[in-house]
Each structure stands twice: as structure tokens, then as C-alpha cells.
């Protein structure tokens, strides 16, 4: 912080300066709030998580559907590599005559 000031009277001429630090401690008087803002955080972020994969794999399943990919030699193409079919992991079983 600093000023510079000029009186009404033209041939004098004041200079003020304030120099000043602030410095804020928090100590968390309760321990619970403490913890609860720890698990709300936890909660945000693996929210955040799974709000990142399914969009990452809804992305890539339209990508697939439209016939295409990412190049295997890119370094994106880690991002799309596992999501594949269903019909791909489980194929289709024979269907067995009788009540089972």
C-alpha cells in the first residue's frame, strides 16, 4: 500500500506511505467438520471419476458403432481399447430345446 498526496497549497507536497502484511490462520476447532469435508470431497471426486469413464466409453462405443477407431500406434488409443461389445465378451449361446 502506498500514496501519493498533494496539498491545496501548491508549494507544499506530502508523500504518505502504508506498508502493511496480512497473515490468516485457520485451525479447524472441530475435528468432525473436518472429516465430513474429507468424505464429501471423496464423494465429489469419485463422481467426477465415473462421470469421466462413462462418457469415455459412451464416446467410444458411438465411434465404434459409426466404423470407426482410434489408430492402434496412437497414444490415444489406450482411451477406447476396452470398451468392446457385449456379443464380443459373452457370444451368443445355442438355444437348448426343452423347458431349460
Not at 497414444?75 to 431349460?100: A, E, T
Request: aromatic share 10%; proline share 7%; charged share 30%.
Amino acid at each position: 500500500m502506498g500514496n501519493d498526496s498533494e496539498p491545496v497549497d501548491p508549494e507544499a507536497y506530502v508523500i504518505n506511505q502504508n506498508w502493511g502484511l496480512q497473515l490468516n490462520f485457520m485451525i479447524p476447532l472441530d475435528r468432525e467438520s473436518l472429516r465430513q469435508c474429507k468424505r464429501i470431497a471423496k464423494r465429489v471426486e469419485e463422481k467426477y471419476r465415473l462421470d469421466y469413464e462413462l462418457v469415455r466409453a459412451l464416446k467410444c462405443a458411438e465411434l465404434q458403432q459409426k466404423g470407426f477407431m482410434i489408430h492402434p500406434k496412437s497414444k490415444l488409443y489406450v482411451l477406447c481399447h476396452d470398451v468392446v461389445p457385449i456379443s464380443q465378451i459373452y457370444p451368443k449361446k445355442p438355444k437348448k430345446f426343452g423347458l431349460f
